[in-house]
């Protein structure tokens, strides 16, 4: 659905060029929710603004459905931007007009709808966003949560193929977070809109988004679904973003293998397995002890997962290890020989780790 290749973007700045975008590559798919995490400055809301064609690239193309866009002009461009709904921090409504008539008004400006067309797709509009009784409000009427379910009715008002929400729920409270977010997921299911979710807190990403980009300083350092990112984070950046979403776990940087004599694993649980005893038993079968030093559970989208940070030690880590990995537990071993770094986990070093136990 939309594709960036090679992008970069640089403003003017006092000192020579402000790199804000350099070497992007993503693509992402139509019907999918796809997230773009970072940090402030990342360059989140200059990648927006390439994405709905409001500014175009230093370098790079931009594709949406299949079209070059990055040479649009003209009342091409215009349509192309109205394909793209825009749903803002800040809900960014017109105060002297009532809720239906800031739902009206993109309608309007495309000059192609008669009175009596907008105000039935208003109605429309609002009661998919669960707005009906507010129609004749005006903005300051209503709560956070309200003015931006107008925001995303407005953003639809269109029919878009894309939904582009930067920072849509960074002004709210979290139980109203929760509420737009379900809002965005029902849209997306019923409608097959495509949503770009851009945000700087992982809890929405894990909650909303099917695949997932990391931005830091301009580039795409990670990307993929977000089950994978988010349980099996590989750039510090990512890691960071990841540990700000769950504050107490910072234990990990505490581990130190050498000090347990013991081999430390990272097990991940997901699917039927994040409810199955399975820790216990193979622990019996292989008469080996743990003790879990960290852990967090919880839902990606719909679905359990739990992780854990034990140490292994007993008569057959070895034995326990593939007894866990044959029951379907995803199992990394921290890698001792990068000692001095916190927690390093990979499923590849089997024999590094266990050498020292
Ligand atoms: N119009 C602009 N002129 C100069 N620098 C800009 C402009 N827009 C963004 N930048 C710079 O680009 C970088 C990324 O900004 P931005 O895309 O707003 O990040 P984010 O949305 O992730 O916080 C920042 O260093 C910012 O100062
Ligand atoms: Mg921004």
């Known amino acids: 659905m939309i594709r960036l290749e090679g992008i970069s973007k640089s403003f003017a700045g006092k000192d020579g060029p402000v790199v804000a975008l350099e070497g992007i590559d ?15 400055g990342a360059g989140k809301s200059t990648l927006v603004r390439l994405i709905n064609l409001l500014e175009r690239p230093t370098g790079g193309e931009v594709f949406v459905a299949g079209e070059r866009v990055t040479e649009a002009r003209g009342e091409r461009l215009r349509e192309l931007r109205r394909s793209i709904g825009m749903v803002f921090q ?53 709560s956070g949560g309200q003015k931006q379910r107008v925001g995303v009715a407005r953003a639809l008002a269109c029919e878009p193929q894309v939904l582009l929400c930067d920072e849509a729920t960074s002004a709210l409270d979290p139980q109203t977070t929760g509420a737009v977010l379900d809002l965005l997921r029902q849209i997306n299911r019923d ?15 894990r909650r909303t988004c099917d695949r997932v980009a990391v931005l830091d300083h301009g580039r795409a350092v990670e990307q993929g679904p977000v089950t994978d990112v988010f349980l099996h984070p590989r750039h510090p950046a990512t890691l960071r973003l990841v540990r700000e979403a769950e504050p107490d776990d910072g ?14 694993a990272r097990l991940t649980f997901t699917g039927p397995n994040a409810h199955r005893p399975i820790l216990g038993r193979i622990a019996r079968e ?11 559970v919880g839902h990606i989208r719909e679905a359990p997962y739990a992780q854990f940070i034990v140490s292994l030690s007993g008569r057959d880590v070895a034995g326990a290890i593939a007894g866990l990995r044959a029951g379907g537990v995803d199992v990394e071993l921290q890698d001792r020989s990068q000692s001095g770094q916190a927690a390093v986990f990979s499923p590849l070093h089997e024999e590094r780790a266990l050498h020292v136990v």
């Open 26 to 40: 993503l693509s992402i798919a139509k019907g999918e929710i796809f997230g773009i995490i970072g940090s402030s």
């Open 191 to 205: 409608l097959g809109v495509t949503v770009v979710l851009i945000t700087h807190e992982m809890d929405v990403i």
């Open 286 to 296: 292989n008469v080996v002890d743990y003790s879990i030093l960290a852990g967090r």
């Open 251 to 264: 234990s990990l940087d505490a581990i130190s293998s050498s000090d347990l004599g013991s081999c430390v």
């Open 90 to 142: 800040h809900f960014n409504l017109l105060s002297a007009r009532t809720v239906a008539g800031n739902v009206a008004y993109p309608l309007e400006l495309t000059g192609q709808y008669g009175k009596i067309e907008i105000a039935d797709r208003v109605d429309g509009l609002l009661a998919r966003v669960g707005l009906s009784e507010h129609a004749h409000k005006y903005p300051r009427q209503l």
